[in-house]
T-cell receptor
């Protein structure tokens, strides 16, 4: 099956700086890559996603890039704010509902 | 539109007991899944369903059963609870992309 690796496991940044989280996947058949944000004690919530026919997608301060050749994708958060503090999960899927998640990155934004 | 509803929110079981975690969605989603979340291990797929009457195993299915008699409901049954099943369980539903998660069930097996 698919194997998704996520780095780093923890990340601390100063407010206003950028944060980058990276994931790699193993199965070249994967074609959908969502990112979820999970605040403490809450459910994971989809924040952005990208499909394999697109190299980059932006939504305000959040962007995701995908390199299909290298089988890696990254989440970029610019101008970080304290409310960005959470655990972020990447995932890979071939469509349908078999999603394989990374082990998460705990992001702390220091005011 | 309630989204994905999970019950109960918290549960303590004794080893060997059985129970059912309930999951219901009102978005007419074909796909539903159950995940467990353990510290440092992310979300792992237990079972999934692509429609009423169709279920399949995920990464960690042992000790769990599911059924899907309606589009709306996808219960997860623990047959004989073990301490290794202590975890947070999330149900999710979607149309193939962009899953919506329920609020989770925190299960402790003692």
């Amino acid at each position: 099956g698919e194997n998704v690796e996520q780095h780093p496991s923890t990340l601390s940044v100063q407010e206003g700086d950028s944060a980058v989280i990276k994931c790699t996947y193993s199965d070249s058949a994967s074609n959908y890559f969502p990112w979820y944000k999970q605040e403490l004690g809450k459910r994971p919530q989809l924040i952005i996603d990208i499909r394999s026919n697109v190299g980059e997608k932006k939504d305000q301060r959040i962007a995701v890039t995908l390199n299909k050749t290298a089988k890696h994708f990254s989440l970029h958060i610019t101008e970080t704010q304290p409310e960005d503090s959470a655990v972020y999960f990447c995932a890979a899927s071939m469509g349908g509902n078999q999603f394989y998640f990374g082990t998460g990155t705990s992001l702390t934004v220091i005011p | 539109n309630a989204g994905v509803t999970q019950t109960p929110k918290f549960q303590v079981l004794k080893t060997g007991q059985s129970m059912t975690l309930q999951c219901a969605q009102d978005m007419n989603h074909e796909y539903m899944s159950w995940y467990r979340q353990d510290p440092g291990m992310g979300l792992r797929l237990i079972h999934y369903s692509v429609g009423a009457g169709i279920t399949d195993q995920g990464e960690v299915p042992n000790g769990y059963n599911v059924s899907r008699s309606t589009t709306e409901d996808f219960p997860l049954r623990l047959l004989s609870a073990a301490p290794s099943q202590t975890s947070v369980y999330f149900c999710a539903s979607g149309l193939g992309y962009g899953y919506t998660f329920g609020s989770g069930t925190r299960l402790t097996v003692v």
